[in-house]
């Protein structure tokens, strides 16, 4: 056969078995898988980019009459009906007997799972087709990392009852984890959100099956309730509040734990510094929480983030992994997370403090901008001097740009 000459002739050559496929799940799996390839490669707006594919493909391939072009043709609109020339879109004569299910299926069950930080939540739906020749039962797993803001995986594939089965067995082992029925309307909404960010990204995360799957679960989100309405954005701290809530912290039994209570004068602006920058970094997050500390949150700000965002002086990093301790363990039981989560926590933390020290001492992760100042600071200049400042500055501009002269 010769080579095909567009992408839309390199689909069809790629999809020439369709009509040979058991069901219309296989169907809609392989037509996920094709349109795949199409999400990986763009470059931003992916699930766009999918839309406008299917609509070329359609318009393109409006004349063929064989059974596998008008299959595939059938199963794309399916997938993508908002795509141009989609809804005008009809299984051809010789179309397999499963044709007529694509895309027919009910919620049978919705779950959610995830660890008790906080960190990540995974979404679980299991579909039936309205008649059997559609396909055996399946189900859709959505993973939402909260730390990033994104939905980082999604697959759909069976047998359903078993993929509910391993993921209530697992959280049940594990002391760290949570399993619960979930409203679809929410899950629909929150794994939507969540993929819209996806969608965007200039690097997909490696791995994992979300540009095979995508275009398919777009499909069955779609056939869950709602959506919900979204949760308002979350508003930034003012100054009153953050001021309330170290106060509260500050009178805790936690900060007198870990001697946060007394500390001598000359270390206070030490102390409110470095807890600024907690607030800060959970500023930072898609889902601001200022509660919401982790082992993975905690590595993120304290092997990282303050490095690339924060000068410290001495002082400083000789207090911020304490203060970390102490405010992990007070918003752990301001949770209500057991014991042994909190101990995970501050055993993580402790264990990363020689980290934290190197990469003080080496200043390896410092952005430019923070390198910059650190060394304004190391050289006695006084960032409130205009004058001074100007003249550090000029004397410094070979190490502040990227010119050689």
């Not at 996920?32 to 299917?54: C, H, I």
């Not at 391939?61 to 794309?76: E, G, K, L």
């Not at 001495?314 to 405010?327: F, I, N, S």
């Not at 006084?382 to 190490?399: F, K, S, V």
Request: charged share 25%; glycine share 8%; with cysteine.
């Amino acid at each position: 056969m010769a080579t095909p000459q567009t992408p839309y002739e390199a689909v069809l050559h790629a999809a020439r078995d369709v009509t040979r496929l058991d069901s219309a799940l296989d169907a809609e799996m392989l037509g996920a898988a094709l349109l795949g390839s199409v999400y990986a490669v763009a470059e931003t707006d992916r699930d766009n980019a999918v839309r406008e594919f299917v609509g070329g493909f359609l318009t393109a391939t409006s004349r063929r009459r064989s059974a596998a072009a008008t299959t595939i043709r059938a199963v794309f609109a399916t997938l993508v009906p908002d795509a141009e020339g989609a809804g005008r879109v009809r299984p051809g004569a010789y179309a397999p007997a499963w044709a007529g299910q694509l895309g027919r299926v009910h919620l049978t069950g919705a779950w959610s799972y995830g660890d008790v930080y906080g960190d990540q939540t995974s979404y679980l739906a299991t579909f039936a087709y309205d008649d059997d020749e559609g396909g055996p039962e399946h189900a859709l797993v959505a993973l939402v990392d909260h730390n990033i803001g994104i939905t980082k995986d999604v697959f759909v594939g069976g047998p359903a009852a078993r993929i509910v089965e391993q993921a209530r067995e697992i959280c049940t082992q594990d002391e760290f984890t949570w399993f619960r029925t979930e409203d679809p309307a929410r899950m629909r909404t929150e794994v939507g959100r969540h993929l819209a960010i996806t969608d965007d990204l200039g690097e997909l995360p490696a791995q994992g099956s979300l540009a095979t799957d995508r275009a398919l679960v777009g499909a069955r989100l779609a056939a869950l309730p709602g959506p919900a309405p979204a949760a308002a954005d979350v508003p930034p701290l003012t100054d009153e509040a953050r001021t309330g809530l170290v106060r509260a912290f500050l009178g805790s039994p936690e900060a007198v734990r870990f001697g946060l209570d007394r500390v001598a004068d000359g270390e206070l602006a030490s102390l409110h510094f470095c807890l600024g920058l907690l607030l800060d970094h959970a500023a930072s997050f898609p889902d601001a929480d200022p509660m919401r500390w982790s082992p993975t949150v905690a590595e993120l700000f304290l092997l990282d983030w303050v490095h690339r965002r924060a000068v410290l002086d001495m002082d400083d990093a000789a207090m911020l992994p304490r203060v970390l301790r102490g405010w992990a363990a007070y918003a752990a039981r301001q949770r209500g997370l057991a014991p042994a989560a909190a101990a995970r926590t501050d055993e993580a933390i402790q264990e990363m403090v020689p980290e934290f020290a190197r990469l003080y001492s080496t200043g390896e992760r410092r952005s430019p901008a923070t390198a910059a100042v650190a060394q304004l600071m190391a050289d006695g200049v006084n960032p409130d001097d205009p004058a001074a400042l100007d003249a550090w500055i000029e004397a410094n501009r070979h190490r502040l740009t990227d010119d050689p002269a």
